[in-house]
């Protein structure tokens, strides 16, 4: 995934790691979705629910073991950014991890456990006021460890943190994502270990807003144009720039491998200590099946940026293949605008408007396109239907039931709706305008596979579809370097249909940027053009509370809208799928924000 640009809130783009455990136990059953096609009228719940819900409560327990000693962790995607706020790659997360400690650190239980942070502001703790001190709509309350330093050594204190804040809306910065940091109004340091946060607007993830302190004492020399451009975070000055996780870098090989070693200066959270490995190396290898050729040679520990295809390849590894669900899921997702859809040629004798605006015409694709045989051509199976795009281990999921395929019922619907074949040529149409879609992705063997294989089932039920395979530079184009003539550009409406990956969040507040009405390109990422009023309740009221609960009724509101009204057809989570030797002690499985290495601390060789 390209890195962010521009300077607009977005931060539901760059969630490349994945979650482990499914929070279910105390999820209650969504209510059946209803066959009614009208724009949803409700929002969230406003019965405060009866189980209150801590984030900070975390099962994790890792396992002791011994100092020293070497990890080497393989991977065919190079790491090239360094900078905590500028990554992209599914291999950058797994280093930032390791080099940048933080406020909080992100268990692969969805769960919260300070680690730079001496505890975790909450409403009930009173490190949160709402309404906050002095005209603050929100008053956030961080108290430091003591004693925190950087890897060189020099004091991190509350100042770093600040100048993180002020590095962010430095108006020569570009390429990083403002949203929550843009509503702090005032950012004070009362002492080394103190900081307030004074919000102009309730923001819901102030936990996890921080992505790192940055040294103000080694980067204030740097003109923020340069930094920008990478200075101060280039391969052949990654040695001497501080860092405040348990690793610090030691050196890169481009194109072979980067060497980190133990960070003296940083102490566990958990343990008071520093790591337990010496040191860390990520190695490069030129695809998938060399790192799987270099980890059977045991040249490496672990091996990560494995897919569901490779699996049938390593299956005689037994235990030591590890899977789990990503935040990457592949759709179907239509194009709600009435006016700006798809102007390809092969639809422009459609007649006027779109289909893909009409309710009905969304359920009956929904309804006929049959998403398991989809997959089965795919990944060959291991079909899990999905019934919404949040992910199952996330703390607000709500279980839902995903529409069953069903042909004859996709027919009634339209029928129902006025959509007819009147002229008896297979194609329905309705007020002038014919069923006639163009369906965009990019040309990747599984991606057209699916199209053709939606194509043939909307056929079946009288909607023409047209496949279109496109440059994925068109079809990810910014808006700013996109036009409507842009083929398939999502970020101009250029589509009916698309069939494409999108990233899910783990954070509630993400999802207001892709499908709150506000938020149409270009001022945010609903380029679909989703205007729904319930959705727009629910994610206004997740944007107004810090309250867990009622966070977890409106997202559950959100949920069943989603799959009500078909804001998207998810068909699956992709798998990531990774290698772990057995000399690799509590490796535990990735987090939504740190990948592999959110515990790296607490490693250790087993022997």
């Avoid at 008053?139 to 590095?167: H, I």
């Avoid at 990810?476 to 069939?499: H, I, K, M």
Wanted: charged share 20%.
């Amino acid at each position: 995934m390209p890195r962010l640009t521009g300077r607009r809130s977005a931060a539901i783009a760059g969630l490349l790691a994945t979650t482990l455990v499914t929070l279910v136990a105390c999820q209650a059953e969504a209510p059946a979705p209803s066959t009614s096609l009208a724009p949803s009228q409700t929002g969230a719940p406003s019965e405060p629910p009866t189980a209150a819900i801590d984030l900070t409560d975390s099962s994790y327990k890792p396992e002791a073991g011994k100092d020293g000693g070497s990890i080497v962790i393989g991977d065919w995607q190079q790491a090239n950014q360094f900078n905590p706020y500028y990554l992209g790659l599914g291999s950058e997360p797994a280093v930032a991890s390791a080099t940048w400690a933080s406020l909080v650190s992100f268990t692969h239980g969805d769960r919260y456990l300070p680690d730079l942070a001496a505890s975790l502001p909450t409403v009930d703790n009173g490190g949160v006021k709402l309404p906050g001190d002095n005209g603050d709509a929100m008053t956030v309350t961080w108290k430091l460890r003591d004693g925190l330093k950087w890897s060189d050594g020099e004091p991190l204190t509350c100042d770093d943190f600040k100048y993180a804040w002020e590095w962010v809306l430095d108006d020569n910065n570009f390429g990083v994502v403002s949203s929550g940091y843009a509503d702090i109004r005032g950012f004070d340091c009362p002492s080394d270990t103190a900081m307030i946060w004074h919000f102009k607007s309730v923001y819901q993830g102030y936990l996890t807003l921080m992505k790192a302190p940055l040294p103000r004492h080694f980067l204030q020399a740097i003109p923020m144009q340069d930094q920008a451009q990478g200075v101060g975070f280039r391969p052949d000055e990654l040695s001497k720039l501080p860092v405040s996780g348990p690793f610090r870098f030691e050196g890169v090989t481009p194109d072979v491998e980067l060497r980190l070693a133990k960070n003296p200066n940083y102490s566990s959270s958990r343990t008071g200590k520093p790591a337990q490995l010496a040191s860390l190396t990520f190695r490069w290898y030129p695809d998938r099946d060399a790192v799987i050729v270099a980890y059977r040679a045991r040249k490496i520990d672990i091996a990560t940026g494995l897919t569901e295809a490779d699996l049938e390849g390593v299956a005689d590894l037994g235990a030591q293949v590890v899977t789990r669900p990503s935040l990457i899921y592949e759709a179907i997702r239509p194009n709600w605008s009435p006016d700006a859809c798809s102007r390809a040629a092969a639809v422009a004798d459609r007649g006027p408007g779109c289909p893909m605006a009409d309710p009905a015409m969304r359920q009956a694709v929904a309804l006929a396109i049959d998403r398991s045989a989809i997959v089965e051509s795919a990944l060959g199976g291991a079909f899990r239907p999905l019934a919404t795009n949040v992910d199952p281990a996330a703390w607000f999921h709500t279980q839902q039931s995903a529409p069953a395929f069903d042909p004859a019922k996709a027919r009634q619907v339209l029928d129902a709706a006025g959509w007819k074949d009147t002229d008896r040529d297979g194609i329905r149409e309705r007020d002038g305008l014919i069923a006639r879609i163009e369906i965009c992705t990019t040309a990747r063997q599984a991606r057209a596979d699916a199209v053709a294989l939606a194509a043939a089932s909307l056929k079946d039920v009288g909607i023409e579809a047209i496949p279109r395979e496109v440059d994925p530079a068109d079809m990810f184009a910014a808006y700013e370097r996109s036009n409507r003539a842009t083929p398939c550009g999502l970020r101009r409406a250029n589509f009916d249909l698309a069939v494409q990956s999108l990233a899910s969040s783990t954070q509630p507040s993400d999802y207001f940027f892709r499908y709150h009405s506000s938020q149409f390109e270009p001022d945010g990422e609903n380029d679909a053009s989703v205007s729904d009023v319930g959705i727009d309740v629910a994610l206004d009221t997740v944007r107004s509370t810090v309250n867990p609960a009622v966070i977890r009724d409106a997202m559950a509101e959100f949920q069943r809208i989603y799959l009500e009204q078909t804001v998207e057809m998810p068909i699956y989570f992709q798998q990531i799928v990774e290698l772990h030797a057995a000399k690799a002690g509590n490796v535990v499985g990735g987090s939504p924000f740190g990948g592999i290495t959110w515990n790296v601390a607490d490693w250790f060789v087993k022997g």
